[in-house]
């Protein structure tokens, strides 16, 4: 099945800084890749995804990277704030309708920003 | 538009017993979804369903199912608990689509087996 790997588990940056958090992932088939942001007592919100067809895909201060080749997608937050500080997870979605709606999970990375 | 409702919040419950969790999908969901969150092994998918339908399941032994009903809501049931089910069980809804269609979660039920 598909596996997905999820570096750093802990990322601490000062305010104002950018962050990048990396995955990859097994299965060439994977076409769906969203990224989910935890906040302490809630459950993951979808922040950003990207689907195979695109290389590259932003929405203000967060933008994702996708290479398909290389089996790899990154999420990028510029200029962060306290509020980004979270856990962040990268997904991967398979491309076939047998699998529906599954999602395979990353680790996750603990985002701290400091002021 | 309401999110996904999850209930109970909390529950404690002793070895050996059952639990049901409850999940409300978003209205006009028609696809509901279950993933267990422990700090050892992240988020795994346990099950989806759509139109009262199991679609897939994830690898967790038979002791754990799910039924969904017309009004798209959604059960999990846990029968003879034991202290590794100890974990957080999130539901998520999405529009259905053939496949990857975007996940929406509920705030999720942190059950505790003592």
């Known amino acids: 099945g598909e596996n997905v790997e999820q570096h750093p588990s802990t990322l601490s940056v000062q305010e104002g800084d950018s962050a990048v958090i990396k995955c990859t992932y097994s299965d060439s088939a994977s076409n769906y890749f969203p990224w989910y942001k935890q906040e302490l007592g809630k459950g993951p919100q979808l922040i950003i995804d990207?689907?195979?067809?695109?290389g590259e895909k932003k929405d203000q201060r967060i933008a994702v990277t996708l290479n398909k080749t290389a089996k790899h997608f990154s999420l990028h937050i510029t200029e962060t704030q306290p509020e980004d500080s979270a856990v962040y997870f990268c997904a991967a979605g398979a491309g076939i309708k047998a699998a529906g709606n599954k999602l395979t999970f990353g680790g996750g990375t603990r985002v701290l920003v400091k002021p | 538009k309401a999110g996904v409702t999850q209930t109970p919040r909390y529950l404690i419950k002793t070895r050996g017993q059952q639990v049901t969790l409850s999940c409300s999908p978003i209205s006009g969901h028609r696809s509901v979804s279950w993933y267990q969150q422990t700090p050892g092994q992240g988020l795994q998918f346990l099950f989806e369903y759509f139109s009262e339908t199991q679609r897939n399941k994830g690898n967790f032994p038979g002791r754990f199912s799910g039924r969904q009903f017309s009004n798209s809501r959604s059960e999990m049931n846990v029968s003879t608990l034991e202290l590794g089910d100890s974990a957080l069980y999130l539901c998520a809804s999405s529009i259905h689509r053939d496949y990857n269609s975007p996940l929406h979660f509920g705030n999720g039920t942190r059950l505790t087996v003592t």
């Open positions: 990207i689907r195979s067809n695109v």
